[in-house]
């Protein structure tokens, strides 16, 4: 399940990128496993397309996961 649209990981992964640009360079490193987390979610996002499998349960036909 994403709590988040691919379109606000982007988002995010732009105010770090502005964020490192402005600030210091130990400051960006701080956050840089956090950049490479979103990038990471954005690569593997999956706009799930919930059908029914056959144990009767909803199930993405892209990646596999169940519908919660």
């Known amino acids: ?3 988040f649209t691919k379109k606000e990981l982007e988002k995010l992964l732009s105010w770090g990128d502005v964020y490192g640009e402005f600030g210091h360079s130990w ?3 701080s956050i840089k496993p956090l ?3 979103l990038q990471s979610m954005i690569d593997n996002y ?3 397309d919930f059908k029914t499998s056959n144990e009767c ?3 993405c036909s892209l990646c596999g996961e169940r519908e919660r």
């Open 1 to 3: 399940m994403n709590d």
């Open 27 to 29: 400051t960006y490193s």
């Open 35 to 37: 950049m490479d987390k």
């Open 46 to 48: 999956c706009d799930h």
């Open 57 to 59: 349960h909803f199930k």
